[in-house]
DNA sequence: TATGAATGAGGGTTCATTCAT
DNA sequence: AATGAATGAACCCTCATTCAT
């Protein structure tokens, strides 16, 4: 099990041990029960905590649920960075970030399932999600890859769809909804269905000699 | 002794009337403050009933819910019914649709404003959404005029993309937004975007000469 | 099925056939669920009634639970008053008494379990069932046939075992249980084990000879 | 960091201090309006306790129901064990246990009238309360003291002549309704009226002898 | 006589937050 | 830094009773 802050190496103060293990709780229960579905209490319980420390780490409750938000954004753009910085075609950035964001929400299922529920509950994870994806379009329209003027709207869509993706892929269905994500990106940034299909390709087909 | 036709005003029981008033106020409260956000309390309030009284017409909070969602489908769906399936194009279809149905959504916030909560909060305002959208994707399929093989994963993106851009009006963006989700639908569905935007231009047309 | 007020005949007055309905209708319903868990609406929907109609015909709801109390112990009362005042001995007609008040209770449960409810839930209901038992009693008295001088306190004591044996033959348990009930009245009134027995034993054959 | 005896008073935590008041509340209030009859806002309000404070404590107003007459029979039990065990024949054991029973429930009606209360509203009294009747009955048995054969109905029986001594005495009949409760269960246990009668008066001086 | 809509107090329960220790 | 007891408002829901028609 992957966490959102390791290290208990001597490093880091017990403070801040302590604010990880409270976030890390939150975290579990949260992807679990959803947002509203998880009480402060409970919280501190699963960190076995007393209930009034939980206020020595957060102000109010909404400050842990930005606080795991961040934690869990954070973490899966790391998990795709490395690639992902390496690819130099914004097309095949977009198309590779799609599908990496999917698979590792499908991987690190506490993620994917927070992620829905923050989306649902927490208005604030769009800015968290669409950090890396702002950047990857822009770099394509950039480079003359998408047609579609840039616009917030655009961005809302792409969100959308990622949404759909992780949603569909938690519920069971399989990899490939994660590939055709990517493609539905591209389109809705101008490209044709069948560029669209070779560009992802070629992306997976890169993204796996820098992952191998 | 029941009477048929005796009241002051013989068009509506009272009956149907306080249970209108719930919904009614209902609707302005959810699509405030969300669903969870609104108390029966409030409800009842608004439609200046006891608290009680909201039980002589719905047996739970999630009774009203449902009902609210569905008089506000069922009312969206009737507003475009009438041009709507008139269209004989299925590509047509799903491009009034879309635009439509957005269109309804910004010139009544308040439905606009429920949907956007119900698709978080409620769960089965996805059937009821998106059963317009099964048919007329299904008659563009049977047409040939669409190429992507239609799966629940396609119908749950194009649900996804009609939020957005429900969202994005009721955030203020203009009416363009509908007709670029209407483009966006028909480019999942396999269009390029030059055709996408060739029969949403197209259908627009059509449409206002069956309006007006 | 007994009805505790029969006959629609002409004789009795619509008011006291609507009457004799909520009292049915509660019957049925306090036997089920107890009378603190059967509510005035449930009766009147149970007669088909409105739901002010029920205060037309019952002051409030305690006024129903005594109308029912006192019908079912009435009608209990003339099941068994033709044989036991037939019989002239004062132990036989406790013994008698005894057991068929039990054997009623369980060959009509509606009876037993209302009976079972009143005795947790409405305390006036030991007048109605005692008035028999006090009459028998006395009678035995002043024969001589019992040594106990009786008080309140014996009283108590006989309908408890009453009690005792109506909730033992409603839960399952057999016939015998009347017997002994019976058995258990007497020993209680000064009779010895043996005796007890043996005068239960032959009023039942007396009673038999009766009946048939 | 857990204090083992830090308090200003050591003896009891706080938390055992609290969760007394709200029992001994709860006592109060059942034993004068029922148990159903007292409601949880009403328990932590004589406790001076925030309605939600209860919850702390107990994990619904069952768990308080259980814990409040399980205290009451195991106080009762406890206040007559020493002497009822010291008695060998199990017929005394019988008769001096339901004397007592009942003197107790009699020199604290709180206690006496929560029984019977518990009686109608908490079916589970009963076990905790015909423990030591089992015993006793057993007892004598083995020892070839009563000649009724054992099973449930007879402890049914000598239950519900208990609680018509408990509730005679609550209502102001004084102590002698408590012997004769005891030898009505010898009675029912087979024994006659005089061997009863002997028997318990026996017991009676015993009894003192033990005490003083 | 009958209706049934309406009331409103009260029930059990949850939970974010505060505060004395 | 940490505890955990305490708060109290809010939530959903039930029901005996009243009253205009």
Redesign the pocket.
């Known amino acids: 099990m992957k966490r959102v802050k390791a290290s208990r190496s001597p490093r880091v103060s ?2 801040a041990r ?1 604010r990880a293990r409270l976030t890390e709780a939150a975290l579990r229960l949260m992807a679990e029960s959803g947002i ?9 319980a699963e960190a ?16 842990i649920v930005a606080a795991v938000c961040q934690a869990v954004t954070l973490a899966m753009h790391n998990e795709m960075n490395s690639v992902r910085l390496s690819l130099e075609d914004g097309a095949a950035r977009v198309a590779f970030g799609t599908q990496q964001f999917i698979a590792i929400a499908a991987a690190e299922p506490k993620w994917g399932r927070l992620l829905m529920w923050a989306f649902s509950e927490y208005a604030a994870i769009k800015e968290d999600v669409t950090r890396y994806m702002r950047m990857d379009v822009a770099l394509g329209v950039e480079q003359g890859r998408f047609t579609e003027p840039v616009d917030e709207f655009v961005i809302d869509t792409l969100l959308a769809i990622l949404r759909a993706g992780i949603s569909s892929r938690l519920d069971g269905a399989g990899a490939g909804v994660g590939a055709r994500a990517a493609e539905y990106h591209l389109r809705i940034l101008g490209m044709s269905a069948a560029e669209a299909h070779r560009v992802r390709v070629a992306t997976n087909k890169l993204a796996e000699r820098r992952n191998g």
Chains 1, 2, 3, 4 share one sequence.
């Open positions: 017990k403070r302590t509203n579905g998880t009480s402060v209490s409970e919280i501190a076995e905590l007393a209930n009034g420390t939980f206020y020595l780490y957060f102000r109010d409750k909404s400050e």
